[in-house]
């Protein structure tokens, strides 16, 4: 049995039940780096894989709050700060009903392959809480975050661990975050980012994700297929932070994005989606995406009770190139299938760990441009990195030398990604490409530090 295999054996005996999107995604990466373990013993000889899969720790605390109607609310806060071989812990925070142990796990973990990607000094962590801010007040958002925080600011620090946003937290909470923490410690740090340009945030780093996914296609398309982006139909999934702002630049650079999803359904706009309306209902309003069709009657909208298994329609639409970027485990087989047979020829993910590993497969075998997660969604982190350079500095970057660097950064590791993939004999596979070129970063630090 080869180490790799010996890996999942013992991850199928002991934690594959509790951490089942966790195993998922050790198990794609311990498969892609399984030649890399092969052809260097010394991997093996310093158990990297053994002290990679652990957290350095798992912190866990009760947050307790009180509602509009003076009712006393209990939710449960987790950081999982994972790895910091390559720099302070860093990763977002999730607030969502369905958040537990295992999805920060397995959070936490990709964070810290995509962080190595980068090629910048940050380690791997996420966090967040089972809280739900859906029909929750502006009041009881800043009471939650408020004893989030009172719990929290103890473990962090802006050279210890530096959260941010992911879903269910965006500048709102960050601000709310970042203003107990100041109380409680007086201290002016820059220990979360995401936080508004006005007191420490950095230009564009809500823009930085879904902006980040496009500049990576773009690089990949051309180098796969000296294709670019222009004029053609894409579809996107999701439609908060991620989503937005990749529909955003794909119509400033002339592709033509027609769809858009939320939780309870899908939008489909032939003429390519209305992005300011798209922004009036889900970061003012915050209502359902349904009523987009009040003002485009023209546009279809889907809800996910009117599509077979209660999926989303959004797989189900012609294009050239996806980009899911709602939520893990959104793009089945099934999914993935009608992609393909629709004519769609890349996909690239948004969101963290979208496709099942059967959709992976079924891209990989019909050569599909397939940028995975933790490569295409890097530049997030990438300008959440920035924004602790310049606090640090105490300075201001302009947005054209944010968006400059990031557009650089992303080419690299495109670049980088397929690179490594050919030096490794699956050249054009970016899944096995992006998995070892973190891995070898992560790994070779760790022996660097010794144990
Ligand atoms: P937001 O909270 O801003 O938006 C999430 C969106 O996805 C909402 O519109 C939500 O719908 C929708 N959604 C949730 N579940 C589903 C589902 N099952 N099917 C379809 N849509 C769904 O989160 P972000 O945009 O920040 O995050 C999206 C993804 O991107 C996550 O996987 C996150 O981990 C990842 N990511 C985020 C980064 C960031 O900087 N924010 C960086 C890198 C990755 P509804 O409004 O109904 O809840
Ligand atoms: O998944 C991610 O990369 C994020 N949610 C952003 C992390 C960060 O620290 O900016």
Known sequence: MSIAQEEIKKFEVNDCAQYDVFYQAMKEVICSISPLLESDEKYARYAILERLVVPDRIIKFKVTWVDDNNDIQVNTGIRVQFNNALGPYKGGLRFHPTVNEGVLKFLGFEQILKNALTGLPIGGAKGGSDFNPKGRSDFEIMKFCSAFMTKLHKYIGPRIDVPAGDIGVGAREIGYLFGEYKKITSSYDGVLTGKPYMFGGSFMRPEATGYGVVYFTQTMLE?????????????????????????????????????????????????????????????????????????????????????????????????????????????????????????????????????????????????????????????????????????????????????????????????????????????????????????????????????
């Not at 529909?247 to 400033?252: A, P, S, T």
């Open 223 to 451: 180098m796969e297929n000296h294709e670019s982006l222009e004029g053609k139909i894409c579809t996107v999934s999701g439609a908060g932070n991620v989503a937005l702002h990749a529909i955003e630049k794909l119509l400033e650079i002339g592709a033509i994005p027609v769809t858009c999803t939320d939780s309870q359904g899908t939008i489909y706009d032939s003429r390519g989606v209305d992005l300011c309306l798209l922004k009036e209902l889900k970061l003012e309003k915050r209502v359902s995406l349904e009523r987009y069709v009040e003002a485009h009657p023209e546009a279809k909208y889907i809800p996910v009770d009117e599509y077979p298994d209660g999926g989303h329609a959004v797989w189900d639409i012609e294009c050239y190139a996806a980009f899911p970027c709602a939520t893990q485990n959104e793009l089945n087989e099934l999914d993935a299938q009608n992609l393909i047979t629709n004519g769609c020829i890349s996909v690239s993910e948004g969101a963290n760990m979208p496709s099942t590993p059967e959709a992976i497969d079924a891209f990989l075998s019909h050569k599909i441009c397939f940028a995975p997660a933790k490569a295409a969604n890097a530049g997030g982190v990438v300008v959440s990195e920035f924004e602790m350079s310049q606090n640090a500095g105490m300075t201001k970057w302009a947005f054209e030398k944010v968006d400059e660097k990031l557009k650089e950064i992303m080419q690299q590791i495109a670049k980088r990604v397929a690179l490594t993939a050919k030096d490794y004999g699956v050249e054009g596979n970016y899944v096995d490409g992006a998995n070892i070129a973190g891995f070898k970063r992560v790994a070779d630090a760790m022996i660097a530090e010794g144990i």
